[in-house]
């Protein structure tokens, strides 16, 4: 499965590739989900960096209210997923959205 191999590591899509797809919130979404199904229980680990960078990468086509409801996280989760990725990527960098 296609997400699965992406979500541990085998394959690392781009973020061109990530944004490219018609359903990229979506298949985001589903990469998070499936993250929740395979930690282990009572587990507090950070979300995978992978992860983080598919999140900040949506916000430059979709609303923060969007991404947090398709990706079952609060507004503060979002934010401190772009500080972690700035911090941490110095090359990686968000782009705003635009609201039109």
């Not at 999140?55 to 430059?60: F, G, I, Q, W, Y």
Request: aromatic share 4%.
């Amino acid at each position: 499965n296609l997400t699965e191999r992406i979500l541990f590591n085998t394959i690392q899509p781009t973020q061109e590739d990530i944004l490219n797809t018609e359903n990229s919130l979506e298949i985001v979404a589903q990469h998070f989900a499936l993250w929740r199904k395979n930690r282990q229980p009572h587990d507090d680990s950070v979300t995978p960096i992978q992860l983080q960078q598919e999140a900040v990468t949506l916000k430059s086509h979709y609303s923060k209210k969007e991404i947090t409801k398709a990706l079952g996280i609060n507004h503060s989760a979002l934010k401190r997923l772009s500080a972690t990725q700035e911090a941490t990527n110095p090359g990686f960098i968000a782009l705003a959205t635009l609201i039109v």
